[in-house]
C-alpha cells in the first residue's frame, strides 16, 4: 500500500495551474524527505517538468500575442496564427487567457471594420462616379448624389486605413459643393434684402442668380435639398406679379385720368 506521502505524491500528479504546481512542489519535497524511492518518484519529477515547460510556451505565446496584437491591420496573419497555437497550450495561465480573449476580440472588431471600410469605399466611388459624370460639360449632379456624397467624406474621416486617394478626391469635389451652396445661401440673402426694398430690377436678378446656384447645388431636380429655397422664389415671384399688377392699375389710372 501506498504511504500518505505517496498517496499525496499521486493525487498531487493531476493538478493544473499554479495551485497544482505548488502542491506538487510541496508533495514531491515531502516525499522525498519520506524516503520514497527515486523510482516512485521519477513520474512526478516528469510531471513537474512538464508543467514547467508548458508555463515556458505559455510565457512565450502570450509574449508573441502583445507583439502582434499592435500590427493586427497589416499583418492579421501573425496574430492568428499565434492564436490557433494557443489552442494546444489549453489550460492557459491567466495572463495567456486574458491576451487570447482581447486578441480574438481584436481580430473579431478588425473583420467588421474592414467590411466597412470596403462598403464604405465601393459605396464612395459609386456616388463619386455619378457626381463627376453629371458634372461633366457644366451639368449638375442630383440632390441625393451630393449630399451622401458629403456625408460619405465625413464617415471616411472616421475609418481606419481608408484609401487616401478616394478620400482626397471626395473632399476636393465635396469642398466645391459645400462652396457652391455657400454662394447659393449668400445669393438667397440679397434676394431678401431685396424684397424688403421691392426693387423690381434687384429682385429679377437675384432671383437668376438663386435659381442658377440651385440649380447648380440641387441638380435641377426640382427637389431641391432646401425647402426654404423654394419658398423664398414662390413669395419674390408673388411679390413680382403684385408690384406688376400694382404698376399696371397706376397706368390704367393715369390713362383713365387723361383720356
Same mark, same amino acid.
Given at each position: 500500500?501506498?504511504?500518505?506521502?505517496?498517496?499525496?505524491?499521486?493525487?498531487?500528479?493531476?493538478?493544473?495551474?499554479?495551485?497544482?504546481?505548488?502542491?506538487?512542489?510541496?508533495?514531491?519535497?515531502?516525499?522525498?524527505?519520506?524516503?520514497?524511492?527515486?523510482?516512485?518518484?521519477?513520474?512526478?519529477?516528469?510531471?513537474?517538468?512538464?508543467?514547467?515547460?508548458?508555463?515556458?510556451?505559455?510565457?512565450?505565446?502570450?509574449?508573441?500575442?502583445?507583439?502582434?496584437?499592435?500590427?493586427?491591420?497589416?499583418?492579421?496573419?501573425?496574430?492568428?496564427?499565434?492564436?490557433?497555437?494557443?489552442?494546444?497550450?489549453?489550460?492557459?495561465?491567466?495572463?495567456?487567457?486574458?491576451?487570447?480573449?482581447?486578441?480574438?476580440?481584436?481580430?473579431?472588431?478588425?473583420?467588421?471594420?474592414?467590411?466597412?471600410?470596403?462598403?464604405?469605399?465601393?459605396?464612395?466611388?459609386?456616388?463619386?462616379?455619378?457626381?463627376?459624370?453629371?458634372?461633366?460639360?457644366?451639368?449638375?449632379?442630383?440632390?441625393?448624389?451630393?449630399?451622401?456624397?458629403?456625408?460619405?467624406?465625413?464617415?471616411?474621416?472616421?475609418?481606419? *486605413?481608408?484609401? =487616401?486617394?478616394?478620400? @482626397?478626391? !471626395?473632399? %476636393?469635389?465635396?469642398? &466645391?459643393?459645400?462652396? #457652391? /451652396? +455657400?454662394? $447659393? *445661401?449668400?445669393? =438667397?440673402?440679397?434676394? @431678401?434684402? !431685396?424684397? %424688403?426694398?421691392?426693387? &423690381?430690377?434687384?429682385? #429679377? /436678378? +437675384?432671383? $437668376?442668380?438663386?435659381?442658377?446656384?440651385?440649380h447648380a447645388v440641387d441638380g435641377g431636380s426640382g427637389r431641391?435639398?432646401?425647402?426654404?429655397?423654394?419658398?423664398?422664389?414662390?413669395?419674390?415671384?408673388?411679390?413680382?406679379?403684385?408690384?406688376?399688377?400694382?404698376?399696371?392699375?397706376?397706368?390704367?389710372?393715369?390713362?383713365?385720368?387723361?383720356?
Amino acid at each position: 500500500a501506498d504511504t500518505p506521502a505517496e498517496a499525496e505524491l499521486l493525487a498531487a500528479m493531476g493538478g493544473e495551474g499554479p495551485k497544482g504546481r505548488k502542491r506538487l512542489e510541496e508533495a514531491l519535497h515531502s516525499a522525498k524527505t519520506a524516503g520514497v524511492s527515486a523510482e516512485r518518484l521519477q513520474p512526478a519529477v516528469a510531471r513537474l517538468e512538464a508543467i514547467d515547460e508548458h508555463d515556458r510556451r505559455c510565457t512565450m505565446l502570450a509574449g508573441s500575442i502583445r507583439r502582434a496584437m499592435p500590427t493586427l491591420q497589416q499583418e492579421p496573419w501573425r496574430l492568428q496564427g499565434f492564436l490557433d497555437s494557443a489552442n494546444a497550450l489549453q489550460p492557459w495561465p491567466p495572463e495567456l487567457q486574458r491576451l487570447v480573449y482581447a486578441a480574438h476580440e481584436r481580430v473579431r472588431q478588425s473583420v467588421s471594420s474592414q467590411h466597412l471600410r470596403r462598403t464604405l469605399e465601393r459605396d464612395l466611388r459609386e456616388v463619386l462616379r455619378r457626381v463627376r459624370g453629371a458634372r461633366v460639360g457644366g451639368q449638375s449632379c442630383a440632390a441625393e448624389d451630393a449630399s451622401a456624397l458629403l456625408q460619405l467624406t465625413e464617415r471616411a474621416k472616421t475609418v481606419a *486605413d481608408f484609401d =487616401e486617394e478616394l478620400q @482626397r478626391e !471626395a473632399a %476636393k469635389l465635396a469642398s &466645391v459643393l459645400q462652396r #457652391e /451652396r +455657400c454662394q $447659393r *445661401d449668400v445669393a =438667397e440673402h440679397r434676394l @431678401r434684402l !431685396a424684397l %424688403k426694398t421691392r426693387d &423690381v430690377g434687384e429682385i #429679377e /436678378r +437675384c432671383m $437668376r442668380e438663386v435659381r442658377a446656384l440651385t440649380h447648380a447645388v440641387d441638380g435641377g431636380s426640382g427637389r431641391s435639398e432646401a425647402p426654404h429655397s423654394t419658398r423664398l422664389m414662390k413669395a419674390a415671384g408673388a411679390v413680382l406679379r403684385q408690384m406688376s399688377d400694382g404698376q399696371a392699375r397706376r397706368q390704367a389710372a393715369v390713362v383713365a385720368l387723361q383720356g
